[in-house]
C-alpha cells in the first residue's frame, strides 16, 4: 500500500480526552485529493513495533494543504491512542496511507440524516463540508455524555447552523431513534457512527421500520481485542507464526515479514479476509464485515480483529 510521509504541524487539546492533528506533507506538497467520509491508517512505532490505526479525515476535502484527525485517549488502548496524545508534538514526523472512503455520502440521496456519537463525529465533519457545498438537504445529530464531552461543538454551529441537533446524555437528552427515522421523505439516506450500541440501536430501528438497506450507512472501526496467544500456519507462505495476547493476527503477519492487503484495519471492509483452511478449536469473530452465516460456517476470517482459541489454525495465505 502507497504511504505518505507527513510531519504534524499543530496538535490541540480539544476536550479532555480528544487531541486533534494538523498533518502537513513532509516536503510541502499538496496531499492527495479525498471526499467526505475518507480514513487514513496512521503508522506509529512503539518501542520498535509498528501499530497501525485508522483516522477519520476530517478537514474539507477542498483544502489539501494539510489532513486533519483527531484521536480519543481509550482507557483500554494497546497504545495507539496513547501514544498519540503523549508522544506526538509538533513537528513529529508519521506515515499514513493514501485516503480510502469506506463511507461516503450517496450521490443519489435526496435528504442526508447525520447521527454521531462521540468521537463518531469525525468523519461526518468532512461530509458537512461536502454537503454545504453541493447544497444538498441534511440534519446532523450528535450525542455526547456530558457537555465537556462534547469535541468540535462551537465549529459544528458554524457549519450546521439550525442543522444541528445536540443530544446531550447528562442533560436528559436522548436520540429517539424510532421518531427520526419514521416518516421522512423518500429518498432519505441515513449515516451512523459511534458507539456500538447506538449504532447497532439505529440499524435495529432502521429494518423495523422497513429501510431498505442501501439507504442504511455505518461506520464502526474496531480495535483488535486482547486474547490468548495461539500458533497459526500460513499454508501458502509456508510459515508458522505466533499471536501474541496483545497482538492481531494481521499484525503478526506483518511483524513475520508478510504485507497482507487492508484497508481499514478495524473489521469493516473486508480486504483482508482470508479462508480457514482447518481449525481445531472456535473461531472469535469480531469483524462487522461477514455474515452471521459465513461466521457459522468457519471458512472465513477476518485477521485485522478476529482470534481463535484453539492449538491448530491453518490459513490459506
Given at each position: ?16 480526552m ?127 455524555r ?117 484497508l ?37 476470517i477476518?485477521?485485522c480483529?478476529?482470534?481463535?482459541r ?7 495465505i
Open positions: 500500500m502507497s504511504i505518505l510521509n507527513v510531519k504534524v504541524a499543530d496538535v490541540e487539546q480539544v476536550t479532555d480528544v487531541k486533534h492533528f494538523t498533518l502537513v506533507e513532509e516536503n510541502g506538497q499538496p496531499l492527495p485529493r479525498f471526499s467526505g467520509g475518507s480514513h487514513v491508517v496512521v503508522s506509529m512505532n512503539i518501542n520498535g513495533r509498528i501499530h497501525r490505526n485508522p483516522y477519520s479525515l476530517m478537514g474539507s476535502p477542498e483544502n489539501t494543504d494539510s489532513y486533519h484527525i483527531s484521536v480519543r485517549r481509550q482507557e483500554n488502548s494497546r497504545g495507539g491512542s496513547v501514544f498519540m496524545h503523549d508522544g506526538i508534538e509538533v513537528g513529529s514526523k508519521l506515515q499514513i496511507t493514501y485516503p480510502v472512503n469506506l463511507f461516503s455520502l450517496s450521490k443519489l440521496g435526496k435528504k442526508h440524516i447525520l447521527v454521531a456519537g462521540g468521537i463518531g463525529i469525525t468523519p461526518f465533519m468532512s461530509q458537512i463540508a461536502d454537503l454545504n457545498r453541493l447544497g444538498d438537504d441534511y440534519e446532523m445529530h450528535y450525542a455526547f456530558s457537555a465537556e464531552h462534547g469535541a468540535f461543538v462551537e465549529q459544528l454551529k458554524q457549519m450546521c447552523g439550525d442543522r444541528l441537533h445536540l443530544h446531550i446524555e447528562s442533560e436528559g437528552q436522548r436520540i429517539n431513534f424510532n421518531n427520526l427515522l419514521s416518516n421522512q421523505p423518500l429518498g432519505t439516506h441515513i449515516y451512523v457512527c459511534g458507539p456500538e450500541p447506538m449504532v447497532n440501536a439505529l440499524l435495529l430501528t432502521a429494518k423495523d421500520l422497513g429501510w431498505p438497506k442501501t439507504h442504511v450507512h455505518s461506520e464502526q472501526f474496531l480495535a483488535p481485542p486482547i486474547g490468548d496467544s495461539f500458533q497459526v500456519q500460513l499454508v501458502k507462505s509456508n510459515m508458522e507464526i505466533e499471536v501474541p495476547g496483545d497482538m492481531s493476527m494481521l499484525e503478526a503477519m506483518e511483524e513475520a515479514g508478510l504485507e497482507p492487503d487492508f481499514c484495519r478495524g473489521g469493516a471492509c473486508g480486504r483482508c479476509e482470508v479462508e480457514v483452511l482447518e481449525c481445531d478449536g472456535a473461531l472469535m469473530h469480531n469483524d462487522h464485515y461477514l455474515s452471521d452465516a459465513e461466521k457459522a460456517s468457519g471458512n472465513k477476518m485477521p480483529v478476529s482470534r481463535a484453539c492449538q491448530k489454525l491453518l490459513l490459506n
